[in-house]
Nanobody, 127 residues
C-alpha cells in the first residue's frame, strides 16, 4: 500500500521561506513522477509543481515559477518543495501526490491523473 506523508508546513511572514517534505513508502519511489498540489479555503485544488521519476524534468505553475523549487532524493524516498518569498496567496493546505502509472508529460498538471495522496500540511504566509 502506497503511503505519502507530508511535513514542514507552518506559519511564516510574507517574504520568508519554508521547505516541505513528502516521504513515500509502499513501492519503488524512484519509478514514479511526484507532484505537489494545494487547496486554499473556498477554492479548488490547484497544481503547484511536478518532478519526473529521475528528477531530470520539472514543471511549475505560473504562480510559483521562480519562487518554488521541487526536488527529490530517491535514495531517501523523499520529495521536497522549497518555497521562497512566500506570499499571502500561497496560504493553503499542500498535498503531495503520485500516480499509479509511470511516465512524464503534460498530464502531470492534472490532479485527476494522481492516485495516491498525502494527508496535507498547512502553509500560512501572513502579510
Amino acid at each position: 500500500q502506497v503511503q505519502l506523508v507530508e511535513s514542514g508546513g507552518g506559519l511564516v511572514q510574507a517574504g520568508e521561506s519554508l521547505r516541505l517534505a513528502c516521504t513515500a513508502s509502499g513501492r519503488t519511489f524512484s519509478g514514479y513522477t511526484m507532484g505537489w498540489f494545494r487547496q486554499a479555503p473556498g477554492k479548488e485544488r490547484e497544481f503547484v509543481a511536478a518532478i519526473s521519476s529521475t528528477g531530470h524534468n520539472t514543471y511549475y505553475s505560473d504562480s510559483v515559477k521562480g519562487r518554488f523549487t521541487i526536488s527529490r532524493d530517491n535514495a531517501q524516498s523523499t520529495m521536497y518543495l522549497q518555497m521562497n518569498n512566500l506570499k499571502s496567496e500561497d496560504t493553503a493546505v499542500y498535498y503531495c501526490a503520485s500516480p499509479r502509472a509511470t511516465g512524464w508529460g503534460l498530464w502531470v498538471r492534472s490532479g485527476n491523473e494522481y492516485d495516491y495522496w498525502g494527508q496535507g500540511t498547512q502553509v500560512t504566509a501572513s502579510s
